[in-house]
């Protein structure tokens, strides 16, 4: 049987594996043709050796090389749009328009410009002088960067192209991509495109290298080898905490995205006011990519009341009416049938949905579930349960006590909304229920659903644990997403022609913001 | 029998004790007469409720009011300083003067002063706005810190005085101190003069606690707590990898500083043409604190040739004619002397040194050890055991390829020194190992030995695994040290008069460096 090669050292080569596996098309359950392989440990090794290499190869590599690779590779897979996109689209199921074509693909090539950009103009740095004490420190690469990236985003958070890929290469870490067995031949393709602009760029061989599957104890010799210099992960809990545990022993810094229920809360006047619109604003983020995001909405928060009585109805309908996409596998139909009885365990109440739809492929009925204050105060550990994918659950309060108690027992979140009147009348409560929502969740919103994470230098697409393992880092905006993949070096008394470029006195580079005795200046 | 009292909720309060200690005069062997107490549980869980409800009001609280608490305590140190360097005097037997009165207190008073300031000008918070989309961000505090001080520096590394007290607090965060049982009276002088001043500027009750002692297993326990914000650490080896394991499974960031060895690299140049004045500083360097500093210098490796020899038999003669200062405790005399025999089992031979000094109170001679390269790289885990105290080994190398393959078998230190000719005669020699010294350490000297760590924005005192536990942070630095203390919030659409102030267009604090659309900007 023929199987595909993997990605080492700048080329195509067999792997050796000791297994193979086909990913489904998940509309249809019908098996593509395509074997990858599951590679053997001496492919990751031959993978280190290139990336130890390439790490120090590259950290003599100038920025504008790097941006140019990042911008040839945007280029390359806009050119090689049609055939990603319809790869991604037979492998998730996921529309290829607007979503793959119109939404995920522009951006995923602008997230790769926005790195390349960031590269050249190396304020992510943080160059920092103390002229005085003749003390000088920056931030440079980590090494080598192992990225695992997940089921629900074929290319913005692919390992070989999306958010961590593009944050660590452009920081001057080679990238070790292990690819989601859900949709390996979308990643041949992306990482083909890559090998390209590398090669065209002249970067190192090692650059850029992608495997499509381990086992799960390769999986954690590999992120605490001693040539890795850290780990992105985004993906589910367990793995995550499995990866977290072996990579922190060893010490390797390991930033995961695991879970989020990202509440919403919607104050009474604001319901009052539009309640309409905000259950169609609702349903649009819940549905969207069958609620197959890290920041979906999986939990409502809204008073005992005609209104909200209105608006669940009103959602509960919506929800019944439309069409209930594809999920990304079968294994997420299982997981979803499991968290949705779990829920039911608990003692939240179907409104809608609740069963797998029958036919091809994989389908959930999309779901509303509710509970009330009392339920969830009881039982917030169960009834917070992350289900990934169209299911959603509104716990009614009775009054702000209550909203509080519960916003307190949350564990961390990437994202909280809150929906309050225009006219002031939610003010009050607002002030009260702000400060215990700001602790629990990464980026607090008004009036706006959670999906929709903006490439932006502000947002953080980040949060407590078990959000994120870390509450000072995002995965999503740029520069501050590639601090993770850099470690602070400090130059004390070291000569001026020994330098980095950026530490020197008279800077090359003009477009550089530097800390320079305290003050920011640039040029 | 009276036992000390622990600082909770703003009170001195009695312990619930499981046991009870003394400190010893480590220059006399004597024990001291105050009775401590080893805490149970519930000190801890009444501590982590009043940090609890500290960190939610400091929250509220002006950065202003940070500020002047921590120039008030500096005051108060400084107004107590004759009783507080009596009593470090008597429970580390540090030299009175200089070492503590006219350099660790100052260097304290000063880290607060400093981290005061960055509490009042409010740029560690990296405000950053996008105003077209209405994303904001800001680094808030994380929440409660639990502060490990270490043995060695009684007042510029205390939990509740030193780098990371002073760093969690400016950021706005509540600490609970853990005393080092070394030298609990002077922490129990220091905790008094933070108490009143956090009184007289109406702090939160909870925002300084300090406890005395606790067992290993209440350790691993309050590290976990879920009302724990971070942890800071500054101690052995061992112990901070048992809290690191505790802490990182229940996701709490915590920043380790550990080991190092610091290793000083001679080049043959510069051997030539000082060689007297290098041994002078490396001896001065060496048994500075009887070499109880985490930057001592462990590590000397220099060319097989007749210079080498030279100032090793200087270096040994000044080690065997100066003093051997009085080390910290009975336990560090320990640990030298299991070091030392594990060097010596490992190959490496005495040139001076090597025993225990009898007589009153702890002292171990001042020893130099030395080894060939083929025999550290034969034992590289061996022979760079980290031996805490006034012992350093010499290693020979026959050219630059052993120099590149012994520096390629460090683990991660907090510094590297390299001394080369002012003439050049080095320069190529620097530059070929230059790129493998750099990716071991944190900071990299120039002519200069580790020893002196400046207070500076620019300084890391951090370093890659097992120096410290994450490359990107520093212990030792303002604002730098403060980031390690907070969590990114970004605000999604925020309606401008909810938002913090710093975040609102119009800026109230003209000191701030904000980052506005890509600029960096003040005023």
Not at 129 to 144: C, H, Q, Y
């Amino acid at each position: 049987m023929e199987v595909a090669e993997i990605l080492i050292d700048g080329k195509w080569q067999p792997a050796e594996a000791e297994a193979s596996f086909h990913a489904e098309n998940p509309a249809t359950g019908e098996v593509l043709p395509i074997a990858f392989p599951v590679s053997r440990w001496s492919d990751c090794d031959r993978a280190l050796s290139a990336a130890a290499t390439a790490a120090a190869q590259l950290r003599n590599t100038a920025p504008e090389r790097i941006a140019s690779f990042l911008e040839a590779y945007a280029n390359n897979i806009e050119s090689a749009s049609a055939a990603i996109v319809a790869a991604a689209h037979e492998e998730t199921a996921l529309p290829v328009s607007p979503r793959l074509k119109d939404v995920e693909l522009p951006r995923t090539t602008n997230q790769l410009r926005q790195a390349a950009a960031a590269a050249r103009e190396e304020s992510w740095k943080r160059a920092t002088l103390d002229t005085e004490k003749n003390i000088r420190s920056v931030f440079a690469p980590i090494g080598p960067v192992v990225v695992f990236g997940p089921n629900n985003f074929p290319f913005a958070f692919n390992g070989v192209s999306g958010g961590d890929f593009a944050a660590a290469i452009a920081a001057g870490n080679p990238v070790i991509a292990k690819a989601h067995p859900l949709h390996p031949n979308t990643t041949r393709l992306l990482a083909e495109e890559a090998r390209k602009a590398a090669a065209e760029c002249g970067l190192a061989a090692g650059t850029v290298q992608m495997i499509y599957n381990i086992s799960n104890e390769n999986g954690l010799k590999l992120v605490s080898d001693s040539r890795v210099g850290a780990i992105g992960f985004t993906g589910s809990r367990s793995a995550g905490l499995h990866l977290k545990r072996a990579a922190e022993e060893t010490g390797k810094p390991i930033y995961l995205e695991l879970s989020s229920i990202n509440p919403v809360i919607f104050l009474p006047g604001a319901l009052a006011d539009e309640g309409e619109r905000l259950a169609r604003e609702l349903v649009d983020s819940c549905l969207a990519g069958a609620g197959q995001f890290c920041t979906s909405p999986n939990l409502i928060l809204l008073w005992d009341s005609p209104e909200s009585e209105h608006l669940l109805a009103d959602v509960a309908k919506a929800f019944s009416e439309r069409p209930s996409q594809h999920l990304l596998s079968s294994a997420g139909q299982k997981h979803i049938q499991e968290g949705v009885a779990a829920l039911i365990d608990a003692k939240a109440k179907v409104m809608t949905g609740g069963a797998p739809i029958d036919g091809a492929g994989y389908r959930y009925a999309n779901t509303l579930l509710r509970a009330t204050a009392t339920q969830f105060i009881d039982q917030p550990h169960a009834l917070q349960r992350e289900v990934f994918g169209n299911v959603t659950m509104a716990v009614t309060v009775s009054d702000r006590v209550e909203l509080k108690e519960i916003l307190a027992q949350l564990e961390g979140n990437l994202t909280g909304s809150i929906y309050s009147a225009k006219s002031g009348a939610d003010d009050d409560i607002y002030a009260a229920i702000e400060p215990v929502l700001r602790r629990k969740v990464g980026r607090l919103l008004n009036d706006k659903m959670p999906t929709g994470v903006a490439v932006s230098p502000a947002m953080n697409h980040g949060g407590p644990f078990p959000a994120t393992s870390h509450p000072g880092f995002t995965s999503v905006g740029i520069p501050a997403s590639l601090t993770r993949f850099a470690a602070l070096q400090c130059y004390d008394g070291v000569r001026e022609d020994r330098l980095p470029a950026i530490l020197r006195k008279a800077i090359s580079n003009p477009q550089t913001w530097r800390s320079i005795d305290g003050a920011w200046v640039r040029g």
